[in-house]
């Protein structure tokens, strides 16, 4: 949750985040690991209550992952 941020602002700060994610490849016990990273995205102007506000990025993130994951989806 990003508080006092536009969608746009958090648009960029996840971005960078999942770029830096995708090129990553991280070891663990001798094995290396990619990481993918999907995300959802909603902001007060769809709705004012903080519940209905996670339910729709939760709803966004597994719309993501059911598209083929390494995705940001905002609307």
């Known amino acids: 949750i990003f508080e006092n941020i536009i969608r746009f602002g958090a648009m960029k700060i996840l971005n960078r985040a999942f770029e830096y994610l995708n090129k ?3 070891t663990s016990r001798g094995f290396d690991i990619k990481i993918s990273f ?7 102007t769809e709705s004012i209550d903080i519940y209905k506000l996670i339910k729709i990025s939760d709803n966004r993130m597994y719309v993501a992952k059911e598209n083929g994951r390494n995705q940001i989806i905002a609307k």
């Open 38 to 44: 999907s995300a959802g995205i909603s902001d007060v």
């Open 24 to 26: 990553e490849i991280f």
